[in-house]
């Protein structure tokens, strides 16, 4: 396994000095990086020529002058790690510290929702194949496929963004929209549970009726104002994860299971008070990291000590459980600050931001910064999840397919284990297998689709840099984009190596 | 903005979990008929991409009777009065003049931008545009790839090594990044030149699944006995394994057209794609994106077009797949499971027929 990992690690560096070395000579080759001076008419104009050649070693051909770039970068020029000057002389190693971070975190987070949110519904679609649900999310899927990202970016900061913020000045949901949409959800609902007819009936009822008093309640309490989850919500959330994710990942049969997680849900529901008045207040960006690592941690000790002979599958559903109730904990307390967020002078009500990645001048707690975080956030992540969605879904599906059609889950159900287990266990593992590949290899195409809507948002992140490169024919902004993502790209492709090993163990032999 | 291609499953392979019976009455449907007719049939009954082929035949159509073609100095001109490069009087201001009660198409069915150009023309030439670079740069990745990953796939060793380590280079680099770097030194040159050179990009996902149908295909029985008959290596390849690969091949490259119009149009809207005077969907978008407030129908129209054509071609390759790999085939539901329980109907014979899986809905 380690000198698999390794030939493959060198490999891929190989692969990937060679992707700079046709990066560099393509970029420097796109254009004449003088054209702007040559063109112009400034009086000292062959003293600025003859500047930004020696600036940007010039007078050294191309194919050499990679090698000057390649010596920056392991700090053959004396400066350390060097990444070389823009045409205006910055150094680029400061410019692309700034312009990582916004990039990263936009990519990541918009990543890790499209394939969770893809994975689930590709996986239910496979499962009630050919009903109304799998339709409409096939048809979708294509529709979201074919969609121009920044189109669909201009359209969501006009209505998603623009519009909300109009919604929020007067906050008020018409009867007949509540009713639509409870409707709705208990028409999908009805159509992603199987059973008999009167099943779906019943599923079709208590889904109306829920969503319904969900949006009845938030009309009548001004919710939009002061969103809030509360203790109420916050509990039923709880005990409702626990036995979601324990009948998922264990069944409800293992009691031990479901007693740890309902264990867990009730620490979450203990310490609410607690962390909501007094903790939350002390918290900053790290120790907030480190309270959700140690509440994983403990969630996943009370499943060990109360998981009786197989401890393992119970200490996962807990620190399931335990991820999935801070969570639910930490937004009650996002939502807290909402209203002095919306209200401040920096957002003037309206906090959907269309601009930019963060408010200049906000000041504030943990909690309020998280929340401008995400406002900014919003409109390039739905972007690229409606993108990145569609694929995964489709792959989901089509992998999760071939699996139900193989032998071994017909073995699996002849010798009567029940459907969860069937699906969860024998399928579900297989056909995430071409799943891994897919999410590793379309890292590339995200950042490809992030310099669109970095600019459609006018974020300044490594879009800007990489455009600002180009447009001037200059090589080292690109390259420092460059080697950000093509090293992501290698990166992911090597998790995929090791994912599939975990996934597989047919790999690890070999 | 997708670099890859929804999931594809090699046709010609033994479906596991398939009992004797339902091969029977799968080889009853199809017996007699040839390889292109068994397509063909299975093609024709999925709906989707039959109505996606008569939307995209009529985008063809309007877009290139309507203002007419342009190459070079040859222009014929078409049934529309007016053309995209010629402003005329603003009428009704600028709004679209398109109704549907009571119909009529009116002098500016689309509207017209600030200067007063018809937008139906431009759109119809932007659509143009992007269909011939969606062709071109399609046939390109399609051949390149194809030649590529037969090469690796067949001869294997160090050649195969060389092929596909450049392949991992190439793909190491986005898509979009490496065709704005190249856009950015040819898009000037016209559209042609750009479609070009995305299909010197694209091709690399391509490759890699022909290699891969080329390294199973290579082992069978057939290719031993042409080699033994004495065949060459050329004849082995073009004409022995090549048409076993087609259906991968097909699928693959209609999928490449949609994400080739997707990357043309989001170059353009960049700055790198094509240059003006000419004009393209994406360009269109991109030069009137800030009017969005006031003339929402510059933006509207032409990513109504973008849509139509990626949707038609991607319905297009999904009913190509489901003709040439039934693999993806109908699992028995709960109900069926539960009715073949109590003996209403034999297990066996439940959705047999893969291309019987869409008329029963």
Partial sequence: MATFVVRRLIASIFIFIAATYLMYVLTAFAGDPLEDLRTGNAPNKLELIEARTRLLNLDVPVFLRYFIWLGGIFGLTGKGFDLGVTVQNQPVTVLLAQAAGSTLQLVTLASLIAIILGVIVGITTALRQYSGYDYGVTFLSFLFFSLPIFWVAVLLKQYLAIGFNDFLRDPRIEWWVIVALAILAGLIWGSIIPGSLRRKAITFAIATLATGGVLTYIELSDWFKYPHIGLPGVAVTAIGIAFGVTAISTGLRRKQALRASLVVAGIGIVIYFPFMAWLSFYLDFWTFILLAVATVAISFGIGWFMGGDDRMPVARTAAIVGFLVGGIIALDRFMQVWDDYAASGRIKGRPIATIGSQTPGLEGSLWVHGIDFFTHLLLPTVALILISFASYTRYSRASLLEVMNQDYIRTARAKGLTERTVVVRHAFRNALIPIATIVAFDIGGIIGGAVITERVFGWTGMGALFQNGLDHVDPNPVMAFFLVTGGLAILFNLIADLVYAGLDPRIRVS | ?361
Wanted: aromatic content about 10%; glycine content about 10%; proline content about 5%.
């Fill in chain 2, 1 to 361: 903005m997708s670099s890859i291609p929804p999931p594809v499953e090699q046709p010609g392979h033994h479906e596991p979990g398939v009992t004797e019976n339902e091969n029977a009455i799968e080889l009853k449907e199809v017996a007699g008929l040839s390889q292109g007719q068994i397509v063909r049939r299975r093609f024709f009954r999925h709906r989707g991409a039959l109505v996606a082929m008569f939307a995209l035949a009529f985008i063809i159509l309007l877009a290139f009777t309507s203002v007419g073609p342009q190459f070079g100095n040859w222009k014929p001109g078409g049934w529309w009065q007016y053309t995209w490069n010629v402003a005329v009087d603003i009428e009704n201001g600028g709004r679209p003049t398109l109704s549907l009660f009571p119909f009529s198409i009116g002098n500016h069915p689309f509207g017209q931008d600030e200067v007063g150009r018809d937008i139906f023309a431009v759109v119809m030439r932007g659509t143009q545009q992007s269909l011939m670079i969606m062709v071109i740069t399609g046939l390109i990745a399609t051949f390149i790839g194809t030649v590529v990953g037969a090469i690796a796939g067949y001869y294997r060793g160090w050649t195969d090594s060389v092929l596909m380590r450049f392949t991992d280079i190439i793909i190491t680099i986005p898509v979009i990044v490496i065709g704005a770097v190249l856009g950015r030194r040819f898009g000037i040159q016209g559209a042609q030149v750009l479609a070009i050179i995305l299909g010197l990009v694209l091709w690399t996902g391509l490759a890699r699944l022909v290699r891969g149908e080329f390294l199973s295909l290579r082992e069978r029985e057939f290719v031993d006995a042409a080699r033994v008959a004495g065949a060459r290596d050329r004849r082995i390849i073009f004409r022995h394994i090549l048409p076993n690969a087609i259906g991968v091949i097909i699928v693959n490259s209609t999928l490449l057209m949609a994400s080739a119009i997707l990357i043309e149009t989001g170059l353009s809207f960049l700055g790198y794609g094509v240059q003006a005077p000419d004009t393209s969907l994406g360009k269109i978008i991109s030069e009137n994106q800030a009017a969005f407030a006031t003339r929402p129908w510059l933006f509207w129209w032409p990513g109504v077009f973008i849509i139509a054509i990626a949707l038609s071609i991607n319905f297009i390759g999904d009913g190509l797949r489901d003709a040439f790999d039934p693999r993806q085939r109908r699992m028995p539901t709960d109900r069926a499971l539960r009715r073949a329980k109590l003996g209403k109907i034999d297990p066996n014979l439940m959705d047999a027929s893969p291309a019987k899986k869409r008329d029963d809905s």
